[in-house]
């Protein structure tokens, strides 16, 4: 099947570049990683993704050679990679102090790994002088780290990562010490580099912004397992859980009961004196499991009349405004006491906006906006 999306994960013939099967680790009594089983598909920009703790630095530490599953296997290539040290695996590991020689200058810098293998001098030149053009760096060749930005010094630990043509880049929270406009600019160079590269790159981010823009693939973290693995657009539109629905992005979550009515069809009876909305879900649910509605902002409409033919009206006050620049998100509360969040496009001045505190409006949503879930 030949196809230019590149989507290695769905074809049952593709090999993984890194498998971890069955992998657990622990610390004295605490398990970091728990019976994690992972394929990572080579030319990969994959992301892990989540809260402080959930053990996606352990995972990145045990594929540098920095610590050992105490259970399972780590295969890289087909190979278990547990008795290789760190310094003789194919893989490279880019910290987020950047770690830098202060006295060397960036040329030097680049340059110093090729040096401790004993590369021929020529092809050193020709190695670092590559790896200068690809990140950008050929003006600031003889300047000292310290006399270059944030950013360019995060670009000279890319280009020495790379330098030595690892089969595996690790990241290691690799943006965390720029400003937020700064590491928007380098998540575009990030993922230019490592398409021109062909490098699998493994990022570990708490910035699930960080994780959708970049990533092939994201999978989201808690406490040492792996919640769901999917393309940034599939976590983000069909998460399998309330957990990564709530992690990833903003939601608004209703919790209530399902009556089946139909094909694929449901009512969620979820506040008393409210009508009960409607949801279609491809997974199914019994008469009267308890459920989770999760909807997001963006699909709910906001109006001030009650609009006709739509499968989900709720009517409430609005209680807060965050006005956000593009977007103004309205807090409405319903009489239930639940509020409901409902996101606009600011493609108007704010003086002529809509609504404004206090006003009565009504929420509506179709049957597919929202996800229903069991947890």
Known sequence: MTSSVFAPWEDPEARPLIHFQNVTKRFGDFVAIDDLTLDIFEQEFFALLGPSGC???TMMRMLAGFETPTEGTIELAGKDIAPTPPNKRATNMMFQSYALFPHLSVWENIAFGLKREGMPKNDIHD????MLRLTRLEKFARRKPHQISGGQRQRVA?????AKAPKLLLLDEPLGALDKKLRQDTQFELMDIQEKTGTTFVIVTHDQE???TVASRVAVMDHGRIIQVATPDRIYETPNSV???DFIGDVNIIQGTTTPNGE???AIRWAEDQAPLHAISNSSFSDGQTCNLAIRPEKVTISAERPENADNTVQGRILDIAYLGNISTYYVELPSGDTIKAQTANTRRIARRSFTWEDTVWLSWTATAGVLLAE
Do not use: N
């Open 264 to 266: 694929d069809s449901y």
């Open 127 to 130: 190695r670092v002088e590559e």
């Open 55 to 57: 053990g996606k630095t």
């Open 243 to 245: 957990y990564v629905a």
């Open 210 to 212: 960080e994780a959708m």
């Open 158 to 162: 890319l280009a020495r990562s790379l």
